[in-house]
């Protein structure tokens, strides 16, 4: 028997979210299943695991608590993120998207993770010990040591001075010193959160400060960084995804450029 186009739509929902498609075929629903899920999700820019780093920091940042608890619970029930990873993003998509939302962010996770343990009949696992920490805790270290992660996450020769909290205590001492450095997601997934939270805020130089990092460092590739912009858009909106489509544009040209530089 011959499975219809909506059908392999919702089955494409179902592999992506770990439950059954919605069942209505409204005009919204049919084009969510085909476009997003049967499109979106399948291509092959990035894979399903990455495309959870774009589409979990969307959703935290939307205030929509049904796509929270979904994409956590999938992220979570399929296996693509451990919970360390996801909790890790929390972390991270506080920093970029801010921490009341992340607060919340926090919750859906707990309590999916419960969730999920529920379903299958087992208790929920202690959590992984926080200490001791990876990074320096002498403070003189730890400014030195994010001063050296500030230069090598944005790829600049420089990094803030620290003559005020936001950049000694905040910038060096917290984002840098601590969070880039913390062994729970790698830097491609670093990248990807952080990308998909500056690409929903309007700050401008943020937005073209790490996009063009991402690209030069070489850990999101041209490719990838097109289907990043397609996927935020398809989840956070159009118009911001055209902007951050406009910015990778722009920054693929100065990248290439400076590698064309670098190798004559």
């Not at 929509?64 to 991270?92: C, F, K, T, W």
């Not at 921490?99 to 087992?122: C, T, Y």
């Not at 230069?151 to 909290?165: G, K, S, Y």
């Amino acid at each position: 028997m011959k499975t219809s186009p909506l059908d392999r739509c919702r089955q494409a929902f179902a592999d992506v979210m770990t439950v059954p498609a919605p069942a209505d075929i409204s005009a919204t629903t049919a084009t969510m299943l085909e476009f997003v899920f049967a499109d979106v999700w399948q291509r092959p820019g990035l894979t399903r695991r990455e495309r959870r780093f774009v589409t979990l920091p969307c959703v935290a940042a939307a205030d929509a608590e049904g796509p929270l608890r979904d994409h956590v619970y999938a992220a979570l029930n399929s296996g693509d993120l451990s919970i360390v990873e996801m909790q890790e993003a929390v972390l991270h998509f506080a920093v970029y998207g801010g921490w009341p939302k992340a607060s919340r962010f926090n919750m859906v996770v707990d309590e999916q993770w419960a969730r999920i343990h529920d379903e299958r009949g087992l208790p929920v696992p202690a959590a992984e010990p926080l200490l001791p920490l990876t990074t320096a805790s002498d403070p003189e270290e730890r400014l030195t040591a994010g001063e050296r992660a500030f230069r090598e996450v944005n790829c600049l020769p420089f990094a803030p001075t620290r003559d005020n909290p936001f950049h000694g205590a905040g910038i060096l001492n917290f984002v840098f010193g601590e969070m880039w450095l913390r062994p729970g997601l790698g830097m491609k997934e670093r990248r990807l959160i952080t990308v998909a939270c500056v690409a929903f805020q309007d700050a401008p130089y943020p937005i073209l400060s790490h996009v063009y990092a991402a690209l030069k460092s070489r850990e999101v590739s041209f490719d990838e960084m097109d289907e990043l912009a397609l996927h935020f858009a398809a989840h956070y909106g159009w118009p911001k995804g055209a902007n951050l489509a406009q910015v990778i544009s722009e920054q693929k040209v100065r990248v290439s450029a400076e590698w064309a530089a670098e190798s004559s």
